[in-house]
C-alpha cells in the first residue's frame, strides 16, 4: 500500500484530537477518583504516584517531546517532497527502540537512586521500597508509550489523528479495570503486606497499588499496538530491524540533542516540586490530583494544538506559504486563550468545589481537599501560559531550531528553583506549585520575545490582538458569576445526594455566562468557529 498523506485542516484536526483527549481525560478523572477512595493519601499512594511518574518524567525526553520534536519536521518535509518518508521513519523507529531497550535495563538497577532524585523525603520508611517496586515494574512503560509517540507523530504528519488521539484512552481503562479487581481481592478477605512494613505503617491500597504498576505496563503495550495498526494501515508499517547510522539519522540527533536538554530543564522543574513535596506527608497526592484537574484544559486544548500545529507549519514553511502560517498561528493562539483563559479562572476561583465534589470520599477527606485546592488554584494561574507554550513553541520546531527554546527553559529553570525552595519555607508545598507557573509565564515571554527575528508569519494578526483583551474580560465576568453561583449552591454542594448535579450547574452556568459575554463583548464569534470547520 503507498503511503499517502492527507491535507491537515487544522480545526477539524483540534477538534478531532481535544475529544479524544478530552474522553482520556474524562477517564483518568475516574482512575483517580478511585484512587482517591481505594487508597487515600498513605504510603502506598504517594509511592505509586512516584513510582507512575517516572516513565512519564523519561517519555518527555523520548516521545512526544524531543524526539517528536525532531522527528516530526524532519519527516514531514520528507513527506511533503516525496523523499523516502517511509525509510527514514523506520530508521528512527529503530534507533528509538534500542536506546529505550538499553534505558530500561539500566533503570531497573539504578531505580533505587532514580527514587531517591524523585522523593528524597521518602529515604528511611515505607514508601521508598514500595516505590522501588512499583517502579520497577511500571518503567518498561516508557519503551511501548515512547515507540506510540512515534507512531503517532507519524500519524499525525500525515493528516491522521484520531487513532493516535485514542490510543491515551487504553491506559485509563486498564488502570481502571485494575483498580476493581483489586478492590474485589479484598472484598473476597485477602490480605497484602511485605516484608520490610512495620507495625505502624499504613498500607491501605497495596494491593491497588501492586496491580495498577502491572497494568501501567499492559497498557503501554496496548497503546502502541493500536496506533502500529492504525500507521500500517495508512501504508506506513515499521517493522522492527537493527539500527542504522545513516546520515539522517545523524540529523536527527544533532536537532534532538537540544531539545533532550530543554527536555531536561522542564524534568528538573517537575523533579524539584517532587522534592519539595516529598519533605510534606501527602503533599505528593494532593499536588498529582491538583495536577490532573489543570490538566483537563491543559491536554483537552495545549496538547491537541501542539499535535496538530506542529506538522502544519513544518509542511507551510518547507511550501513557502507564510500568509497560510500566520493564519494558522493567530487561530491556534485564539481558540487555546478562548478555552484556557476562563478554565483557569474557574481553578482559581472555585477549586474547593471542584476538589471536594471530584474527589473527596472513602479514605480521601476534607483536610486533603483543602491541600489539593491550594495547589490547584496555583497550578491554574500558570495554565494559559502551558498552553502558550504549545503555540509558540512550533515556530522554533518548525525551523528545526532547539537550540534556542533549550536556552529559555535553562532560564525558566532557575525562576522555577528559586521560588519553589524559597516559597517552600513559607506556604510549604503550594510554593512548588506556583513556582512552576511563574516559570510557565517566564518561559512564554522568552519564547514570545525570541520569535521577532523570524518575520511576520511569527507575528499573531490584528483579529488575534483585538480580541485578547475581550476574552479576559469575558473571563472576569465568568469568574464572578462562578464566585456568586458557588455561595449560592454551597449546600447543594456539600450534599452527597446533590453534590454532582450542583458541580455540574455551576459549571454549565460558568460556561453560559462565558458564551454570552463572550459574545457580547467580541472577543469570539460561534459562527465564525463553525464556518471555518467547514472550510478548513
Same mark, same amino acid.
Not at 108 to 119: I, N
Not at 138 to 153: K, Q
Not at 227 to 235: I, K, Q
Not at 348 to 363: H, K, N, Q, T
Given at each position: ?121 521518602? &529515604? ?42 485514542? &490510543? ?264 512548588? &506549585? ?103
Amino acid at each position: 500500500m503507498a503511503a499517502i498523506a492527507r491535507p491537515i485542516r487544522l480545526i477539524s484536526g483540534f477538534i478531532t484530537v481535544g475529544m479524544w483527549t478530552l474522553g482520556s481525560r474524562l477517564l483518568g478523572f475516574v482512575r483517580d477518583i478511585l484512587i482517591a477512595a481505594f487508597m487515600g493519601t498513605g504510603p502506598v499512594a504517594e509511592a505509586f504516584f512516584i513510582a507512575f511518574s517516572l516513565p512519564n518524567l523519561f517519555r518527555r525526553f523520548f516521545a512526544e517531546g524531543a524526539f517528536n520534536t525532531a522527528f516530526v519536521p524532519m519527516f514531514s518535509k520528507k513527506l511533503e517532497a516525496g523523499e523516502n518518508a517511509l525509510g527514514f521513519a523506520r530508521d528512527a523507529f529503530a534507533a528509538l527502540a534500542t536506546v529505550l531497550i538499553v534505558l530500561t535495563l539500566v533503570a531497573q538497577l539504578a531505580m533505587p537512586w532514580l527514587v531517591l532524585a524523585m522523593a528524597g523525603g521518602f &529515604a528511611g520508611d515505607v514508601r521508598f521500597e514500595l516505590a522501588v517496586d512499583f517502579g520497577r515494574v511500571a518503567f518498561g512503560y516508557i519503551l511501548f508509550i515512547s515507540l506510540a509517540a512515534l507512531l503517532s507523530g507519524l500519524l499525525n504528519a500525515t493528516g491522521r489523528f484520531a487513532a493516535a488521539a485514542a &490510543a491515551p484512552i487504553l491506559l485509563n481503562v486498564v488502570l481502571i479495570a485494575m483498580l476493581l479487581i483489586a478492590e474485589t481481592d479484598l472484598a473476597a478477605g485477602a490480605a497484602f503486606t511485605i516484608d520490610s512494613a512495620g507495625p505502624g505503617d499504613d498500607l491501605t491500597g497495596l494491593r491497588h497499588g501492586t496491580l495498577l504498576s502491572w497494568g501501567i505496563l499492559l497498557a503501554g503495550l496496548a497503546q502502541v499496538a493500536l496506533v502500529w495498526t492504525a500507521a500500517s494501515r495508512a501504508g506506513f508499517r515499521l517493522i522492527p530491524r537493527l539500527p542504522r547510522l545513516t546520515p539522517e539519522m545523524r540529523q536527527l540527533a544533532i536537532i534532538m540533542l537540544p531539545a533532550m536538554l530543554a527536555g531536561g530543564v522542564v524534568q528538573i522543574n517537575l523533579l524539584v516540586g517532587r522534592q519539595v513535596a516529598s519533605f510534606f506527608e501527602g503533599a505528593i497526592v494532593w499536588m498529582s490530583l491538583a495536577d490532573r484537574l489543570y490538566q483537563l484544559p491543559l491536554g483537552v486544548v495545549g496538547v491537541a494544538i501542539g499535535v496538530v500545529l506542529l506538522p502544519d507549519l513544518s509542511r507551510r514553511l518547507r511550501a513557502g506559504d507564510g500568509a497560510g502560517g500566520r493564519y494558522a498561528l493567530s487561530r491556534a493562539g485564539e481558540i487555546c486563550l478562548a478555552l484556557t483563559v476562563p478554565a483557569a479562572v474557574a481553578l482559581c476561583v472555585i477549586p474547593v468545589p471542584l476538589v471536594s465534589v471530584l474527589f473527596e470520599r472513602g479514605a480521601f477527606e476534607a483536610s486533603d481537599t483543602a491541600q489539593t485546592a491550594l495547589a490547584l488554584a496555583a497550578y491554574g494561574i500558570g495554565l494559559p501560559a502551558f498552553v502558550l507554550q504549545k503555540v509558540l513553541q512550533p515556530l522554533y520546531f518548525a525551523r528545526e531550531d532547539t537550540k534556542t527554546p533549550f536556552r529559555f527553559a535553562l532560564v525558566a529553570m532557575v525562576v522555577n528553583g528559586v521560588v519553589a525552595i524559597g516559597l517552600a519555607f513559607v506556604i510549604g508545598f503550594v510554593g512548588a &506549585a506556583l513556582a512552576t507557573s511563574v516559570a510557565a509565564w517566564t518561559m512564554v515571554w522568552l519564547l514570545a520575545r525570541g520569535r521577532r527575528s523570524m518575520g511576520e508569519v511569527a507575528m499573531f494578526d490584528d483579529r488575534y490582538r483585538q480580541r485578547l483583551g475581550r476574552i479576559v474580560l469575558a473571563a472576569m465576568v465568568m469568574g464572578l458569576a462562578l464566585v456568586i453561583g458557588a455561595t449560592l449552591l454551597a449546600p447543594a454542594l456539600a450534599a452527597p445526594g446533590l453534590r454532582y448535579l450542583a458541580l455540574a450547574a455551576l459549571v454549565l452556568g460558568g460556561l453560559a455566562v462565558y458564551g454570552l459575554a463572550g459574545q457580547a463583548l467580541g472577543a469570539f464569534r460561534i459562527a465564525e468557529f463553525r464556518d471555518a470547520l467547514r472550510r478548513r
